[in-house]
């Protein structure tokens, strides 16, 4: 069992910033794609930013690029997401999943490639 647990959730006013952190249970995530996904009420769960477990390679949603960054720890069991400029339309529930059989350089965008989920965090930014 892997257990991930999300934290840095809370509400900013629109132009703030928040952190984001995903610690997992198990060190095999350091060999595993990670991500966050988002899902506002009444809408999908969207993919948000990944990154894969060989090298730097990472992936974001077009929405985020330039204000959003995702990134790993030295020890290989705690993902960040590091949003800038946060806007109202970024409120949602933060999710962290990990794709355990992921290959080396790839991220994949839907959540049903992903084996283990947190239990989100809230994100509200206000305007």
């Known amino acids: 069992q892997v257990q991930l647990v999300e934290s840095g959730g809370g509400l900013v006013q629109a132009g703030g910033s928040l952190r984001l952190s995903c610690v997992s249970s198990?060190?095999?995530?350091?060999?595993?794609?990670m991500a966050w996904f988002r899902q506002a009420p009444g809408k999908e769960r969207d993919f948000v930013a990944g990154?894969?477990?060989?090298?730097?390679?990472?992936a974001y949603a077009d929405s985020v690029k330039g204000r959003f960054t995702i990134s790993r720890d030295s020890a290989k069991n705690t993902v960040y997401l590091q949003m800038d400029s946060l806007e109202p339309e970024d409120t949602a529930v933060y999710y962290c999943?990990?794709?355990?059989?992921?290959?080396?350089?790839?991220?994949?965008?839907?959540?049903?490639?992903?084996?283990?989920w947190g239990q989100g965090t809230q994100v509200t930014v206000s305007s």
């Open positions: 990154i894969a477990w060989g090298g730097r390679n990472t």
């Open positions: 198990d060190r095999t995530t350091g060999r595993s794609a």
């Open positions: 999943a990990a794709d355990v059989d992921a290959a080396i350089f790839v991220v994949l965008r839907t959540p049903s490639s992903y084996d283990y």
